[in-house]
Protein backbone atom coordinates (compact mmCIF):
# COMPACT_ATOMS: atom_id res chain seq x y z
CA UNK A 1 0.00 0.00 0.00
CA UNK A 2 0.90 3.42 -0.81
CA UNK A 3 1.71 5.47 2.20
CA UNK A 4 1.15 5.20 5.51
CA UNK A 5 -2.97 5.05 7.06
CA UNK A 6 -2.33 7.40 9.32
CA UNK A 7 -0.63 9.86 5.97
CA UNK A 8 -4.39 9.53 4.44
CA UNK A 9 -7.07 11.96 5.62
CA UNK A 10 -9.99 10.66 7.39
CA UNK A 11 -13.47 10.51 6.37
CA UNK A 12 -15.37 13.27 8.36
CA UNK A 13 -17.75 11.91 11.02
CA UNK A 14 -17.80 7.98 12.25
CA UNK A 15 -21.50 7.29 10.77
CA UNK A 16 -23.09 6.28 7.57
CA UNK A 17 -26.41 7.05 6.57
CA UNK A 18 -28.32 3.26 6.46
CA UNK A 19 -24.73 2.08 6.92
CA UNK A 20 -22.98 -0.04 4.25
CA UNK A 21 -22.51 -3.69 4.28
CA UNK A 22 -19.24 -4.76 2.17
CA UNK A 23 -18.71 -8.58 1.37
CA UNK A 24 -15.77 -10.28 0.27
CA UNK A 25 -16.45 -14.24 -1.11
CA UNK A 26 -14.25 -16.10 -3.11
CA UNK A 27 -12.10 -20.08 -3.35
CA UNK A 28 -10.68 -21.30 0.41
CA UNK A 29 -6.77 -20.33 0.32
CA UNK A 30 -8.31 -17.32 -1.84
CA UNK A 31 -7.14 -14.76 1.57
CA UNK A 32 -10.64 -13.08 1.77
CA UNK A 33 -10.37 -13.75 5.95
CA UNK A 34 -7.47 -11.78 5.79
CA UNK A 35 -8.70 -9.22 3.34
CA UNK A 36 -11.62 -8.59 5.46
CA UNK A 37 -10.28 -7.89 8.72
CA UNK A 38 -7.95 -5.52 7.17
CA UNK A 39 -9.74 -3.89 5.08
CA UNK A 40 -12.01 -3.63 8.48
CA UNK A 41 -8.90 -2.11 10.59
CA UNK A 42 -8.46 0.43 8.53
CA UNK A 43 -11.56 1.80 8.45
CA UNK A 44 -11.78 2.11 11.86
CA UNK A 45 -8.22 3.71 12.19
CA UNK A 46 -10.20 6.36 10.13
CA UNK A 47 -12.65 6.99 12.35
CA UNK A 48 -15.46 4.83 11.37
CA UNK A 49 -17.94 2.97 13.20
CA UNK A 50 -16.85 -0.76 11.47
CA UNK A 51 -18.48 -4.16 12.62
CA UNK A 52 -16.73 -7.61 11.45
CA UNK A 53 -18.53 -10.84 10.62
CA UNK A 54 -19.04 -14.13 9.07
CA UNK A 55 -21.06 -16.51 7.08
CA UNK A 56 -22.08 -19.40 8.78
CA UNK A 57 -22.81 -16.82 11.05
CA UNK A 58 -21.79 -17.00 14.63
CA UNK A 59 -25.12 -18.28 16.08
CA UNK A 60 -25.46 -21.49 16.89
CA UNK A 61 -27.59 -21.76 13.69
CA UNK A 62 -24.41 -20.76 11.78
CA UNK A 63 -22.20 -23.29 14.00
CA UNK A 64 -24.34 -25.87 12.75
CA UNK A 65 -24.28 -24.62 9.64
CA UNK A 66 -20.65 -24.18 9.33
CA UNK A 67 -20.47 -28.11 10.45
CA UNK A 68 -23.68 -29.06 8.01
CA UNK A 69 -21.40 -30.15 4.88
CA UNK A 70 -19.89 -33.08 6.43
CA UNK A 71 -23.97 -34.15 6.54
CA UNK A 72 -25.94 -32.69 4.21
CA UNK A 73 -25.88 -31.82 0.91
CA UNK A 74 -27.75 -30.46 -2.35
CA UNK A 75 -31.26 -28.54 -1.63
CA UNK A 76 -31.12 -29.08 2.35
CA UNK A 77 -28.24 -28.16 2.86
CA UNK A 78 -28.90 -24.66 0.45
CA UNK A 79 -32.03 -23.84 2.28
CA UNK A 80 -30.00 -24.23 6.01
CA UNK A 81 -27.36 -21.92 4.56
CA UNK A 82 -30.01 -19.43 3.23
CA UNK A 83 -31.63 -19.83 6.72
CA UNK A 84 -28.57 -18.49 8.69
CA UNK A 85 -28.28 -15.87 6.05
CA UNK A 86 -31.65 -14.08 6.82
CA UNK A 87 -30.85 -14.90 10.81
CA UNK A 88 -27.63 -13.15 10.42
CA UNK A 89 -29.52 -10.32 8.69
CA UNK A 90 -32.31 -10.31 11.11
CA UNK A 91 -29.74 -10.58 14.21
CA UNK A 92 -26.89 -8.42 13.44
CA UNK A 93 -26.18 -6.80 10.28
CA UNK A 94 -29.37 -4.76 9.68
CA UNK A 95 -29.24 -3.42 13.17
CA UNK A 96 -25.64 -2.58 12.74
CA UNK A 97 -26.58 -0.51 9.30
CA UNK A 98 -29.44 1.25 11.01
CA UNK A 99 -26.95 2.01 13.53
CA UNK A 100 -24.72 3.78 10.72
CA UNK A 101 -22.03 1.24 10.83
CA UNK A 102 -20.05 -0.41 7.96
CA UNK A 103 -20.69 -4.09 8.07
CA UNK A 104 -17.48 -5.89 6.51
CA UNK A 105 -18.60 -9.76 5.77
CA UNK A 106 -16.56 -12.95 5.31
CA UNK A 107 -18.98 -14.28 2.97
CA UNK A 108 -22.12 -13.63 1.37
CA UNK A 109 -24.87 -14.74 -1.42
CA UNK A 110 -22.14 -15.26 -3.86
CA UNK A 111 -20.47 -18.23 -1.81
CA UNK A 112 -24.11 -19.84 -1.86
CA UNK A 113 -24.13 -19.10 -5.97
CA UNK A 114 -20.97 -21.03 -6.07
CA UNK A 115 -21.18 -23.95 -3.41
CA UNK A 116 -24.52 -25.02 -4.04
CA UNK A 117 -23.84 -24.92 -7.45
CA UNK A 118 -20.55 -27.37 -6.53
CA UNK A 119 -23.80 -29.23 -4.88
CA UNK A 120 -25.93 -30.00 -7.87
CA UNK A 121 -28.21 -27.16 -7.09
CA UNK A 122 -29.85 -25.38 -9.86
CA UNK A 123 -28.79 -21.88 -9.81
CA UNK A 124 -32.82 -20.62 -9.86
CA UNK A 125 -33.09 -22.41 -6.73
CA UNK A 126 -30.25 -21.29 -4.90
CA UNK A 127 -31.33 -17.12 -6.17
CA UNK A 128 -35.31 -18.15 -5.44
CA UNK A 129 -34.44 -19.34 -1.41
CA UNK A 130 -31.92 -15.87 -1.65
CA UNK A 131 -34.56 -13.71 -2.72
CA UNK A 132 -35.45 -11.40 0.06
CA UNK A 133 -31.55 -11.01 1.25
CA UNK A 134 -30.14 -7.90 1.27
CA UNK A 135 -27.64 -6.77 -2.01
CA UNK A 136 -24.50 -5.69 -0.57
CA UNK A 137 -23.36 -1.91 -1.33
CA UNK A 138 -20.10 -3.72 -2.61
CA UNK A 139 -19.91 -7.32 -3.20
CA UNK A 140 -16.00 -8.15 -3.48
CA UNK A 141 -15.26 -11.80 -5.42
CA UNK A 142 -11.52 -12.65 -4.56
CA UNK A 143 -10.44 -15.50 -7.22
CA UNK A 144 -6.91 -17.14 -7.59
CA UNK A 145 -5.17 -19.24 -9.77
CA UNK A 146 -6.47 -23.11 -8.81
CA UNK A 147 -2.81 -24.25 -8.35
CA UNK A 148 -1.91 -21.71 -6.25
CA UNK A 149 -5.20 -21.73 -4.16
CA UNK A 150 -4.36 -25.61 -3.71
CA UNK A 151 -0.65 -24.81 -2.13
CA UNK A 152 -2.17 -22.41 0.01
CA UNK A 153 -4.95 -24.86 1.28
CA UNK A 154 -2.54 -27.98 1.48
CA UNK A 155 -0.26 -25.66 4.10
CA UNK A 156 -3.30 -24.13 5.58
CA UNK A 157 -5.57 -27.16 6.10
CA UNK A 158 -8.72 -28.31 4.78
CA UNK A 159 -12.08 -26.93 6.31
CA UNK A 160 -15.23 -29.15 4.63
CA UNK A 161 -15.76 -31.03 1.40
CA UNK A 162 -15.70 -28.03 -0.45
CA UNK A 163 -11.68 -27.57 -0.19
CA UNK A 164 -11.07 -30.98 -1.07
CA UNK A 165 -8.05 -31.84 -3.45
CA UNK A 166 -8.86 -30.34 -7.18
CA UNK A 167 -12.26 -28.24 -6.38
CA UNK A 168 -10.41 -25.07 -6.34
CA UNK A 169 -10.67 -25.34 -10.23
CA UNK A 170 -14.33 -25.64 -10.09
CA UNK A 171 -14.51 -23.17 -7.71
CA UNK A 172 -12.48 -20.84 -9.87
CA UNK A 173 -14.49 -21.04 -12.62
CA UNK A 174 -17.56 -20.42 -10.77
CA UNK A 175 -16.71 -17.61 -9.22
CA UNK A 176 -15.80 -16.22 -12.02
CA UNK A 177 -18.89 -16.46 -13.61
CA UNK A 178 -21.08 -15.22 -10.25
CA UNK A 179 -19.04 -11.81 -10.89
CA UNK A 180 -20.77 -11.87 -14.24
CA UNK A 181 -24.08 -13.01 -12.71
CA UNK A 182 -23.66 -10.71 -9.87
CA UNK A 183 -23.48 -7.81 -12.53
CA UNK A 184 -26.53 -8.98 -14.76
CA UNK A 185 -28.43 -8.68 -11.52
CA UNK A 186 -27.39 -5.09 -11.07
CA UNK A 187 -24.98 -5.77 -7.85
CA UNK A 188 -21.73 -3.32 -7.30
CA UNK A 189 -19.16 -5.82 -8.03
CA UNK A 190 -15.22 -5.56 -7.50
CA UNK A 191 -13.49 -8.96 -8.93
CA UNK A 192 -9.95 -8.95 -7.37
CA UNK A 193 -7.08 -11.35 -8.60
CA UNK A 194 -5.62 -12.77 -5.57
CA UNK A 195 -2.45 -14.91 -7.00
CA UNK A 196 0.51 -13.04 -6.36
CA UNK A 197 -0.23 -9.53 -5.04
CA UNK A 198 0.37 -8.86 -1.10
CA UNK A 199 -2.66 -7.86 0.99
CA UNK A 200 -1.66 -4.73 1.35
CA UNK A 201 -1.39 -4.26 -2.47
CA UNK A 202 -4.92 -5.95 -2.42
CA UNK A 203 -6.48 -3.68 0.60
CA UNK A 204 -5.00 -0.58 -1.36
CA UNK A 205 -7.08 -1.64 -4.63
CA UNK A 206 -10.28 -2.21 -2.62
CA UNK A 207 -10.23 0.83 0.06
CA UNK A 208 -11.28 3.90 -3.03
CA UNK A 209 -14.33 2.18 -4.04
CA UNK A 210 -15.21 1.65 -0.17
CA UNK A 211 -14.52 5.14 0.58
CA UNK A 212 -16.20 6.64 -2.35
CA UNK A 213 -19.04 5.02 -0.93
CA UNK A 214 -18.87 6.71 2.68
CA UNK A 215 -18.06 9.91 0.85
CA UNK A 216 -21.50 9.55 -0.78
CA UNK A 217 -22.91 8.75 2.79
CA UNK A 218 -21.28 10.06 5.55
CA UNK A 219 -23.00 12.64 8.18
Known amino acids: MTGSTADRPAVAGSAVRGGLLISFDGPGGVGKTTLSRRLADILAERGLTTQSTTEPSPSPLGQFARHAPDHLSGRALACLIAADRYH ?125 LVEAQVR
Open 88 to 212: HLDAEILPALSAGRIVVTDRYLPASLVLQRLDGVDLDFIWAVNRHVRPPDLAIVCTADPAVLEQRLAARGRHNRFEDPGVSADQSRLYEQTIALLETAGWPVLGLDCTSAAPSELVARILPSVIA
